[in-house]
């Protein structure tokens, strides 16, 4: 079973930055579709970037960018010029038929 691990969140100031990251168990890139999602208090997990298994990595938001490291197993994702809006809890995902995993997430509160 593939597991998921994101470290990286934390306490920052809005303007500030952030780089998230999601070691995952097995080399998986060119057998699942990964992502990061954010769940914001009080709502539904959103999709924030996405990894397919082929073809370029996609952004939803402008100020983040996602990457992935096949070297260490690693998913990324560096976040820049954040806002209190962005508290939330950041999640890494592994997808494929039948097959869906997540991490536990990693918190991230922008706060003056």
């Known amino acids: 079973q593939v597991q998921i691990m994101e470290s990286g969140g934390g306490l920052v100031q809005p303007g500030g930055s952030l780089n998230l990251s999601c070691v995952i168990s097995?080399?998986?890139?060119?057998?699942?579709?990964t992502a990061w999602y954010r769940q914001r208090p009080g709502k539904e997990r959103d999709l924030l970037a996405s990894?397919?298994?082929?073809g370029a990595t996609h952004s939803v938001e402008g100020r983040f960018t996602v990457s992935k490291d096949t070297d260490k197993n690693t998913l990324n994702l560096q976040m820049t010029n954040l806002k209190p809006e962005d508290t939330a809890f950041y999640f890494c995902?592994?997808?494929?038929?039948?097959?869906?995993?997540w991490g536990q997430g990693t918190q991230v509160t922008v706060s003056s």
């Open positions: 990894v397919p298994r082929f």
């Open positions: 995902n592994a997808k494929d038929v039948g097959k869906d995993y």
């Open positions: 097995e080399n998986i890139f060119n057998f699942y579709h």
